[in-house]
């Protein structure tokens, strides 16, 4: 199981670093962490085990952030609007294309290798398309590369844990000022308390 003790943080070597390919096909340890990347996710968003094990929720992980030097990364997430659930483990994913049309966090990005408050936003493509291979952590298999549009939310997680596979931390890409640029509108979530 992965904790937060497994976490690199920022000033680790290993984040700076452009992670190589995936050797295909993949072993046996390949694969035991790609469901462990999944896995710590799951538990993160998961209140009982996030408190017991003290972990901080994520969306995304890429492998450089448990100082694994591969292009390899897991996302697992609904979108802004909670109506999709995205369930991805990448494998040499490649950003293929993106919309000129740009988006951001309207409360800024987090990280789980970055301790540190970092205040600023992040400019992402509103939609990108991905070529990459799915790991199917069931079945533990490999697809053959397959072309995913995403958008929103769920882009902009792809785009922070590409960004983790080029050695890349979110606050280099802080800007001072984003006018124009439409933020991520989330779904509000309905409370369940009755409204007098």
């Not at 469901?35 to 085990?49: C, G, N």
């Not at 408050?117 to 590369?145: A, H, I, M, N």
């Amino acid at each position: 199981m992965l904790t937060m003790k497994d976490i690199i943080r920022e000033g680790h070597p290993t984040l700076t670093k452009r992670a190589d390919a995936v050797p295909l096909p993949l072993d046996a340890d390949t694969k035991r962490t790609l469901k462990a990347m999944r896995q710590f996710l799951i538990d993160s968003q998961t209140p009982e085990l996030a408190e017991k094990y003290a972990l901080r929720p994520g969306v995304g992980l890429a492998a450089p952030q448990i100082d694994v030097r591969l292009r390899m990364l897991a996302i697992y997430t609904e979108d802004e609007l909670f109506e999709n659930h995205h369930d991805y483990l990448m494998v040499n994913p490649r950003l293929k294309a993106h919309t000129e049309q740009l988006t951001y966090m309207p409360g800024g990005e987090g990280c789980l290798s970055i301790d540190r408050e970092v205040e600023g936003l992040v400019p992402r493509y509103r939609q990108v398309t991905v070529q990459t291979r799915l790991f199917d952590p069931k079945t533990e298999t490999l697809s053959e590369d397959v072309t995913l549009k995403l958008k929103g939310f769920v882009s902009i997680v792809f785009q922070h844990e590409l960004d983790h596979l080029n050695g890349i931390l979110f606050p280099t890409r802080i800007k001072p000022t984003l006018e124009g640029v439409e933020p991520v509108r989330f779904k509000p979530i309905e409370s369940e308390e009755e409204v007098s």
